[in-house]
């Protein structure tokens, strides 16, 4: 494992040379290991009712947003909208709300969901492991679950009060998700909310201990960086584009197995280069409000944050294609239902199996 100070180290060189070494190993590591294949996913919000206070956050519980949750009869047309546009892995997320989103409000998501994808994960607020056993068993896969930050002190400040004010507890969310047996866990940090190389050097850290004790779960990480609400929050370092791609290249070495995300909160071009750098998994036309993709409620308007590529998944896939990749649209199935929408028809739209993959 590298150090703290060689991390920064690199993080801090920005010679030409260096940097174009460094992806040139990093494309090599993720052709060796991923060949040209990139999966597609899309985000979908079922509330944004939160009981934290996250400082950075426009969702948090102080601040004055509508709030909206959706019924059954309105999942089924968001995941209706999602799944004919031939996405077939599907993320779930909520708030952070035990009291308005309890674990059968997420199961009967999962379970509405399982009529659409193959694929279901969630990202929701941190669970016992007998629950993300429940969720297991009526479908779910995958689990994204971010530290936010490393730095103890920091995370006690941004994050004031609520469940998620207690660090251990989210600290080992991984390690419930990997007792439950749910296949895939995603990891990260938000990136901006402290110094960079310090927290992903722990979350670098985490992901190495994860895969000791856990080897038998398929691990991804994502670098999300803040985009902070306007006049609300500024005591954030601003991440760069070139630290951005520097970080994506380090896991890829690092851990070369592990799937790296990268979501539409990202502008276009940004998405694009990282592919070639070691991005595995990008979401495709997101909506990150709630009933985004077909309810047109006056309530249902805020995003968590604003979403900078908006190309659609068609878009998405030519772009993929034009640039020597497969994009393929699950590579995970547990039973016999496939959507048979295949909008683009080609090579692309095919499902296929990573040769690793834990089962
Ligand atoms: S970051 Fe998540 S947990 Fe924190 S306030 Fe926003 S929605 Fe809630």
Not at 113 to 138: H, N, Q, T, W
Request: aromatic share 10%; proline share 4%.
């Amino acid at each position: 494992m590298i150090s703290l100070t060689e991390l920064k180290d690199i993080l801090n060189n920005n010679d030409r040379e260096f940097v174009e070494d460094l992806a040139q190993k990093a494309r090599e590591t993720t052709i060796q290991y991923f060949g040209r294949v990139v999966s597609l996913y899309a985000p979908l919000y079922l509330s944004n009712f939160c009981d934290n206070y996250c400082i950075y956050c426009g969702f948090q519980k102080n601040r004055q947003v509508k709030r909206k949750k959706l019924t059954i009869d309105e999942m089924h047309r968001e995941m209706q909208k999602v799944s004919a546009a031939g996405i077939q892995n599907i993320l779930l997320l909520t708030g952070e709300s035990r009291e308005k989103t309890p674990v059968d409000y997420i199961k009967g998501a999962v379970q509405a969901a399982k009529e659409y994808f193959p694929s279901i994960s969630l990202e929701v607020y941190p669970l016992e492991v007998d629950e993300y056993r429940e969720l297991f068993s009526a479908g779910v896969d995958g689990v994204t679950i971010y530290q936010e930050t490393y730095n103890k002190a920091r995370y006690k400040a941004l994050h004031p009060g609520g469940k998620k004010a207690d660090y251990q507890y989210r600290y080992s969310t991984p390690e419930r998700v990997a007792q439950s047996g749910i296949r895939m866990i995603n990891m990260g940090v938000l990136l901006g909310l402290s110094e960079v190389a310090e927290d992903i050097y722990h979350l670098f850290l985490h992901l190495e201990w994860m895969e000791k004790h856990y080897p038998g779960v398929e691990y991804a990480l994502s670098f999300p960086r803040l985009i902070p609400l306007k006049n609300s929050f500024n005591d954030y370092i601003e991440v760069s584009d070139i630290t951005l791609i520097k970080l994506i290249c380090m896991a890829r070495l690092l851990f070369p197995r592990v799937g790296i995300n990268l979501s539409t909160r990202e502008p276009a071009a940004i998405r694009d280069h990282a592919l070639m750098l070691g991005v595995t998994r990008i979401s495709a036309a997101s909506k990150t409000t709630v009933g985004g993709y077909s309810l047109c409620h006056a309530n249902t308007k805020a995003p968590q944050f604003e979403v900078m590529d908006n190309r659609s998944v068609k878009e998405i896939v030519e772009m993929l294609e034009q640039k020597g990749f497969d994009p393929v649209f699950t590579d995970w199935r547990a039973d016999g239902i496939r959507n048979q929408l295949r909008p683009f028809g080609g090579r692309g739209t095919a499902s296929l199996r990573r040769p690793f993959g834990p089962s």
